[in-house]
């Protein structure tokens, strides 16, 4: 039980700030650095939420948020989507994702909340429905003496623009997925190894978690990612990961496979597979 | 009443939000707290890094690449010559989750205009394309992977290529790219 005794949003923008004094050692920044937390959104369409975005950077800095689309590949790439291109489910989750602001100025240090929600229309069928919430700096106009810099040969300025993006999903009904786990190997690159693991899935919505590689009878695992996601619109998904030569070695013989939800959502097992990698 | 407290994982972000009571209404409640992780992901430019190929002489076509992975310039096709100093631009990435894996989106091609210049005109735009990065790369699949680790230092490189036909003018060529760290 504690004592709390502030406005929500005086205390929540507040907080952010002086909190932004005590965090990591980041290094010196320029302007368009970002933070940005959550880093992925569930919304079931009762109630909206806020994603935090911080000016990480030593200046000014103003940032345009924008919604998206992606589409997963069998190989497990996200790869834009324009609108002209898009399908029924895609053009309604574009329609129905209501944010605020979505363009922002923010002096060094400073956080921000937007503002995240969805209205599903009363026919909308049951599924689950995605964007992808884009954060980018959008770069200061450069002084005019540095565009007539005086240039025997040919010079080239360039600017990144760099930026997060994060999935908002929006489950709308009653939707269920099951996970199969196949063919993992470890296959060898021009550069290193990478673990493969087929995924199959089954049902309307997509699933989230990590995948754990245990030696058999050990029940800490030699490899692990997180985040590892498969959507809807995808039944089946090779996933390739890179791999240390290390952890190659470790990985062959006898194991058990697992995809479990991510430690903060239950950690229940998705799908495992015991098997040995050669 | 039920007051929620999120805190932000990376330790650079905290919030508490008082859910649905008016301001100072609970002076002397007590109150249920819920702490909520929020992972955070923060992208930065790594100080004093960006993409820069120096100066070039050029009198015809050909290309100037430059390597993210070992910041080696190729400059050499016959009719480029190049000087000064070039650099790769270098992102940091810090989140809270070890083991978490990113997609790292590159353009495949931008276009870069001459200051001064014309939009269209072929003599005043040059073609960036080529990008790479030193990120764990799937040449089958074409992508870039960075996988988070609590006790490594989280950099991707990022260079491309410049792809000149001949007919551009002396000048300062400016340009943006677009490079985002896609969470799945």
Known sequence: MIRLAASRLSCFLACLAAAGTFGIALPVSAQGDLLVAPTRVILDGRRGTEVILSNIGSEEATYRIGIELRRMTSEGQLVEVSREEANELEQAAMRMVRYAPRRITLPPGQPQAVRLSARPAVELPDGEYRVHMSFRA????????????????????????YGVTIPVIIRHGRLQATVALSDPGIVTGEKQKWFQLTMQREGESSTYGEIRVMKRGNSEPVYMVRGVAIYPEV???????????????????????????????????????ETAIG | MINKLRMGAAGAVFAAALAGTPAFAADNADATATAEILESIDVTLVSGTSLDFGAMVVTGAGTVSLDASTGNLDCSDADIVCSGATDIAEFSVDTASDGRTLQINLPSSVNLLRAGGTAGNAADELVLDGFNSDAAYDAVNDEYTLVYDASGTNEFA???????????????????????????
């Open chain 1, 138 to 161: 959008i770069p200061k106009p450069q002084p005019v003496e540095e565009q007539a810099e005086q240039a025997q040969g040919i010079k080239i300025k360039l600017i990144p623009i």
């Open chain 1, 235 to 273: 039944g089946e998904r090779r996933v390739t990961l890179p791999l240390s030569s290390e952890q190659a070695a470790a990985l062959k013989g006898p194991v058990r496979i697992e995809y479990r939800e991510m430690p903060e959502a239950g950690g229940a097992l998705i799908a495992a597979l």
């Open chain 2, 158 to 184: 990022v260079a491309g290529d410049l792809t000149f036909d001949g007919s551009e003018g002396p000048g300062v060529y400016n340009g943006t790219f677009n490079v985002s760290v896609e969470y799945n």
